[in-house]
């Protein structure tokens, strides 16, 4: 008799702890996969141009490895319905055809819907500098390119859902995020772009490579270590990459997204000296780049401007003592292996 009631209770005891482990590990799923964006709720639009017909106005960019692709890719793999993404490269990116498909998407979209639009290549302005363009695939004297303006103004027009995420990645992209101030009040919105509104920006990927580490949830993305990439890291992200690798300073604005808005769950970093930036001495030269990988004494650098097969591994003696602005580290070695870089504190605008 005893032997039965204790293997009811023992019976009874493992359900309970089955359904409390089961129920522990269906909320640390979700934990870890916590995001403020809603892949199914989201809708993007990406257009990416490298080269132009145009091409003496427009010289080409190189063809290989591009990130807007990459971009596109993400977006898929974390499941954006297929009829949700539009991504328009080189000859597809005509003005009629980025105009027209763009406002075809926005008539689709829904209450509660995110935005997210994208665009990499040349940007120019008008002969009397209060515009500023896109350079579509066929943009010339006769054929305006994609104004910054009407961007807005279409958003404006024909989106239909809650939110929307603005990034560019060109010369004078810091236009979208002046011209961005003038959306409809009902919409709430943040915008990255890689230049100011009256700045050049490089031909490298490094802005559009820090976008796509931050939405991939990078250790080094997330700057205080709690477990999420924040819309303030992004942007300080940028800001720190931009400033070192290119001297060259990105524009953020944001209005009615709080900062601490969760873009991915950030991977748990395997050595606290991943993702800091240094100055590597390699084959005679000094080269800008980010450690991407470390074993022992031994790093591996990816350089900004350069292809991942361009990545090696390297040593702190390899390091120079000193930061973006020249001044001396003292011991490379401990600013290397010391504490992880301060909260972001990005403002709602710089």
Not at 78 to 106: I, K, W, Y
Request: glycine share 6%.
């Amino acid at each position: 008799m005893r032997s039965s009631i204790t293997k009811a209770i023992l019976k009874r005891l493992f359900l309970v702890v089955l359904l409390l482990f089961c129920s522990l590990a269906s909320f640390s799923t979700a934990f870890g996969q916590r995001r403020d964006w809603e892949p199914k709720r989201t809708w993007v639009f990406i257009v990416g141009l490298l080269k132009w017909q145009d091409a003496e106005t427009f010289p080409s960019f190189p063809q290989t490895n591009r990130r807007d692709a990459q971009l596109a890719d993400f977006f898929r793999s974390e499941g954006v319905p297929a009829n949700q993404l539009v991504f328009l490269r080189d000859e597809q990116a005509t003005t009629r055809r980025v105009r027209n498909q763009f406002s075809e998407m926005l008539s689709r979209t829904r209450e509660g819907d995110s935005l997210f639009v994208y665009f990499t290549g040349h940007g120019y302005k008008s002969e009397d500098e209060r515009t500023t363009f896109f350079a579509t695939y066929d943009a010339s004297d006769q054929t305006a390119g994609w104004s910054t303006r009407s961007i807005v103004e279409d958003i404006n027009w024909g989106f239909r859902g809650a939110q929307v995420f603005l990034t560019a990645d060109c010369c004078f992209s810091g236009t979208l995020a002046k011209d961005a101030r003038r959306m409809d009040p009902r919409l709430a919105y943040a915008c990255f772009t890689s230049a100011t509104s009256d700045e050049e920006s490089t031909q490298n990927w490094t802005f559009t490579e820090m976008l796509l580490a931050s939405l991939r949830g990078k250790s080094y993305a997330d700057l205080n270590d709690d477990g999420q990439v924040t819309l303030a890291e992004l942007a300080e992200n940028e800001r720190r990459d931009m400033s070192f690798a290119e001297r060259q300073q990105p524009s953020f604005t944001t209005r009615g997204l709080s900062n601490d808005m969760a873009l991915a769950t950030s991977q748990t970093p395997l050595d606290p000296s991943i993702g800091r930036r240094v100055v590597v001495r390699s084959d005679g030269n000094w080269f800008k780049a980010r450690i991407v990988d470390a074993r022992g004494r031994r790093y591996r650098v990816h350089y900004y401007g350069y292809e991942d097969s361009d990545d090696e591994w390297v040593t702190s003696r390899q390091f120079r003592r000193e930061n973006s602005a020249g001044r001396d580290f003292g011991d490379a070695d401990k600013w290397l292996l010391g504490n992880r870089f301060a909260n972001a504190t990005a403002a709602s605008s710089w």
